[in-house]
């Protein structure tokens, strides 16, 4: 066997390589795994094709090999087709032989059980006994439009001439793959290539993509998600996307919050898993589209128009030949946030005298005018050139479809403008997308998907996910819960501003003659000190408005009593004693998550004990800066008292900011706090700062301490 080294990067061997070797390969072409090499031979891929089936002498009419072992060169990429446990034996042959990436479609992994997981990692281990990376198992193929290479088993490739172009799509589920072209073909999209990842045994999405970022073919990213596993690997990709230059549009399915009933505190509930997701991919600065078409049809804007240093809401236009088309595109732009902006009565006068008369309205409508191109022409001239409009909706009625080399053709010669236009016809048509695409005008198929597109590249920021943020986490691992003092001594000392407070032994409260001296006055909160009780106030283990020694002593025994109710199990023996603060002009909740996808998150919502009903946060990838935290205040509705609205009296903001800062910097200072919750924070006014009530950590207790750790969260999600 000839090994033809060269100097070929990874992901030219992955995506474009110079032979191939197809394991499984079946003589009857009615089956799945035949149809690889039926389109390989369709798409006319040029470099040498090996198709490896041992009981045969051919397959389809081609030689048939009986091991990779016997093949005349070392194929660079190969496709496995075979059951499981031979699929780990072709591994294994794939590293013994040096070939650089195996694509298995195999099933009967990790998703079958324990019996499965343990063939998975019998899959790595043969990967690791070489230099081969694994994509898949499960992984419907390796698609290149530009070069024919067709490893796939998906029939949506069965159809010739898929659309090449610039648009590199990883996916985690096979399918997609096969539905985008689908949607895409015939409409000026193609695609640079195409991957399902499958299981991500080995060769996750995030470490495809980032080793596709240098190939000079590939404009831009598309990426289908069903979780965020390997989000180290996306952040990383993130980096080298943003560094070329490169946009990435995202489509992720599943919006649960199951995971914050692995939470002790409210932020584990606010931070849901999408709600996790999407500071994500705010910090990664990716498109987040939430309509499945958008997700081909993003790039194309997003490749116009420039990432901003915050979300910007842009002056969007729209122009229209059918205002009943137009009223449906307005008002989806509505129903996303932006604004439509119509044109001034100057620009309407001056449309007018170029041939282009329009009614001042919220839109420019052309009516039937609007089928000429030199009508198009000059309404755009002066609509782009006006300095009014950040973004242009051109609406087209019939004449899309109709006579496409009238108002369709003057569209698409304005795409070249520093005012973008994009494009929704009202009938299907698409020879004028094909038309519009092609000449850098974007047209969406739907007003939604339009809208959808237009909303997330606004939205869209640059990059700012570090190359130290943590992400791994062990979620089975043992935790513990400190008590109310305890949590507040430790974000004391990152510089959050902590109410005083001091503990007192119940059983010296009980003795009438033991002094009682507080080093602050009156009056005072007595609540119950246990980091068996997370939530006080659940179990009446709160006493307000203590006015004297004698309340205290009444109010200790008064939350024994109550606790002795509601958990008999635990027993209190302190309690804590906090002086009373002055009610502020509102309450706020900051708080800290280790998320176990995306590492860790800061959380700021309104505060006390209905914010989980509420649900009105704000979330960011910690740590933040002071800027960051400032627009996250301004995010919160329930939070607009404190800023000036409405001639309101404005609260101590940069407090609050710097409040939100510090309490993210536990990413960095403290990795054992997995979680931790000021809750209420007391927002004061201007220059007279914020004052935590409360607080809440819990921490990871490692293994070898395990048997000395206080208690785990296990008992706290028994007892809640």
Not at 517 to 526: A, G, I, Q
Not at 674 to 680: D, G, H, K, M, T
Not at 691 to 716: E, G, I, N
Request: aromatic share 4%; with cysteine; hydrophobic share 45%.
């Amino acid at each position: 066997m000839t090994d033809h080294r060269t100097d070929r990067s990874f992901a030219e061997r992955l995506i474009d390589p110079a032979s191939i070797a197809i394991v499984g390969a079946s003589d009857d072409p009615t089956k799945t795994t035949a149809r690889p090499q039926q389109f390989l031979a369709q798409a006319g891929y040029r470099g040498n094709a090996y198709f490896v089936n041992p009981r045969r002498e051919t397959v389809q009419g081609a030689k048939a090999w009986p091991s990779l072992t016997a093949l005349p060169e070392v194929p660079e990429h190969v496709y496995i087709m075979t059951g499981a446990e031979a699929a780990i034996a072709a591994v294994e042959e794939c590293a013994a032989l040096g070939v650089t990436a195996a694509t298995v479609l195999s099933s009967g992994f990790a998703e079958d059980g324990p019996e499965g997981v343990g063939r998975e990692e019998r899959l790595r281990a043969a990967a690791a006994t070489g230099s081969v990376r694994v994509i898949g198992p499960s992984s419907l193929g390796v698609v290149n439009p530009r070069t024919g290479v067709m490893l796939t088993g998906n029939a949506a490739f069965g159809e010739p001439n898929i659309p090449a172009g610039g648009i590199f799509v990883a996916s985690q589920s096979g399918s997609v793959i096969g539905s985008l072209v689908s949607r895409a073909r015939g409409r000026g999209i193609g695609f640079a290539g195409l991957v399902s990842t499958g299981g991500e045994a080995d060769l996750s999405l995030g470490a495809l993509c980032e080793s596709m970022v240098d190939d000079p073919g590939v404009t831009s990213f598309a990426l289908f998600l069903e979780s965020l596993r390997h989000s180290e690997d996306l952040a990383s990709f993130a980096r080298a996307a943003a560094a070329a230059g490169k946009p990435v549009a995202v489509y992720k399915l599943g919006r649960s919050d199951e995971a914050a009933a692995l939470s002790v505190s409210h932020t584990g509930a606010l931070a849901g898993e999408d709600s996790e997701s999407e500071a994500f991919f705010r910090a990664c600065g990716f498109a987040r589209v939430y309509t499945f078409e958008s997700l081909v049809e993003a790039p194309g804007l997003l490749l116009r128009v420039p990432t901003s240093s915050t979300p910007v809401s842009p002056r969007v236009g729209v122009v229209t030949t059918t205002g009943g088309g137009a009223a449906i595109m307005v008002d989806q732009l509505a129903l996303h946030g932006l604004t439509v902006v119509g044109p001034s009565e100057d620009l309407v006068a001056t449309m007018a005298e170029r041939g282009a008369p329009i009614p001042h309205s919220g839109i420019a409508d052309l009516g039937l005018a609007g089928a000429r191109h030199d009508v198009v022409t000059a309404a755009l001239d002066a609509m782009q050139n006006s300095g009014e409009f950040d973004l242009i909706v051109f609406v087209i009625g019939s004449s899309a479809r109709l006579n496409p080399e009238l108002a369709v053709q003057a569209i698409s010669e304005r795409g070249d403008h520093e005012v973008p236009i994009v494009a929704f016809a009202l009938p299907e048509a698409p020879d004028a997308a094909a038309l519009l695409n092609t000449s850098g005008v974007p047209a969406f198929r739907t007003p939604e998907s339009c809208a959808d597109v237009i909303a997330a590249t606004y939205q869209r920021v640059p990059a700012t996910i570090g190359g130290g943020t943590r992400f791994a986490v062990d979620a089975d691992a043992p935790t513990a819960v400190l008590d109310e003092l305890e949590s507040g001594q430790l974000l004391g000392r990152l510089g959050v501003a902590v109410s005083p407070s001091v503990a007192l032994d119940t059983a010296s409260l009980a003795d009438d003659g033991v002094e009682l001296d507080l080093p602050f006055d009156y009056p005072v909160v007595v609540k119950v000190l246990s980091d068996e009780v997370p939530h006080k106030s659940d179990v009446g283990g709160v006493v307000l408005n203590v006015a004297d020694a004698e309340g205290v002593r009444a109010a200790a025994r008064r939350i024994v009593a109550n606790v002795a109710d509601h958990a008999p199990h635990v027993v209190v023996n302190r309690v804590l004693v906090q002086q009373m603060a002055s009610r502020g002009l509102a309450d706020a909740l900051v708080g800290y998550r280790v998320s176990r996808d995306v590492g860790p998150i800061v959380v700021l919502s309104t505060g006390g004990v209905l914010a989980e009903i509420f649900a009105d946060s704000s979330i960011r990838l910690a740590p933040v800066t002071r800027e960051t935290a400032r627009e996250m205040i301004g995010e919160v509705k329930g939070l607009s008292v404190v800023t000036g609205y409405r001639g309101l009296p404005e609260g101590d903001l940069d407090a609050l900011a710097d409040t939100i800062v510090a309490l993210s910097t536990l990413a960095v200072s403290n990795t054992e706090v997995l979680e931790a919750e000021l809750n209420p924070v007391s927002v004061q006014h201007r220059g007279q700062g914020v004052l935590a009530l409360d607080a809440l950590v819990r921490t990871a207790v490692s293994r070898d301490h395990q048997a000395a750790a206080p208690r785990t969260d296990d008992t706290v999600a028994a007892q809640n």
